[in-house]
């Protein structure tokens, strides 16, 4: 009885907290969807009445924001697919091959995670900027691939596979680059789909290297894209289109939440060896 009844009020504590960590969010949807005219008398409320589209259709006639979108995704899924590869082979290499000197590259690599961001940008843009490679996609993806963190998340996890299924492969004569594309790869999925979505979520809302190397607005990601917009042109428009454009650029990231909620978890328990 005791159990059931503290069951129930855990439940009821993290509806609530869930409730009051959606409030802001379904305040800025609620926003969006509202005329101006309604705006300026009250901005109190969550449900839109009466409701209006116009905010949204402004934002996607106005300026370059399609082609803003279109920038978003190849960037986000460059990122995305080139991390997987690269954080995968450097992890299983770690985990697995023994070669000379393993424990230094792998702390070399790992004391990446202590150097800020800011600390690198200057030299970054004047190595782009001498091979003239600024406002090009390459600029925009290929910084952000030397992510230690994803080295760090594939070799732990690679390190909690079974050896055993590594030495009967071995024993069908598989090579090593076979054994890593049909024995680890596969199990690694829950560990890779973790760091995608992490990846995408960084590579989706980052906004200081973008807006450093693409100084052309037909180059702007989403987010640089849409913060040059919240300027004069969205004070003449308004609240509600301010409201609409962070609707925009955050209802992909929510959506991609929603559906890999449960390889997320999965791979966090999974990479932690619990």
């Keep these: 009885m005791n159990r059931t009844f503290g069951d129930r009020l855990i439940l009821v504590l993290v509806i609530g907290a869930a409730f009051v960590w959606m409030m802001p969010m379904l305040w800025v949807l609620s926003l969006s969807l509202r005329p101006n005219e309604e705006l300026v008398r009250s901005t109190a409320g969550i449900l839109p009445w009466p409701k209006t589209l116009e905010h949204f259709a402004t934002l996607l006639r106005v300026s370059l924001t399609p082609r803003w979108l279109l920038n978003s995704v190849i960037v986000a899924f460059g990122m995305t697919a080139l991390t997987l590869l690269l954080s995968s ?4 290499a770690f985990a697995r091959i023994d070669f000379p000197g393993r424990r230094a590259v792998f702390l070399l690599v790992m004391a990446g995670l202590m150097i800020p961001e800011q600390a690198i940008l200057v030299p970054l843009h004047a190595m782009l900027a001498d091979w003239e490679m600024h406002n090009t996609y390459f600029s925009l993806i290929a910084p952000r691939l030397a992510g230690p963190m994803g080295v760090f998340l594939m070799t732990q996890f690679f390190k909690a596979v079974p050896r055993e299924l590594e030495e009967a492969a071995e024993l069908d004569n598989a090579s090593r680059l076979k054994i890593f594309w049909s024995v680890m790869l596969p199990l690694s999925r829950p560990a890779l789909t973790t760091l995608g979505i992490f990846t995408f979520l960084f590579a989706w809302n980052d906004f200081l290297w973008p ?12 987010s640089v894209g849409l913060g040059s917009l919240q300027g004069n042109f969205a004070m003449s428009e308004g609240l509600g289109f301010l409201m609409a454009s962070a609707v925009f650029a955050s209802a992909p990231m929510v959506i991609l939440y929603v559906v890999f909620q449960r390889y997320i978890v999965q791979g966090i328990t999974l990479t932690s060896g619990k």
Excluded: D, I
């Design 89 to 92: 082979l450097a992890g299983y």
């Design 211 to 222: 807006v450093v190397t693409a100084t052309q607005p037909e180059m702007y990601t989403l």
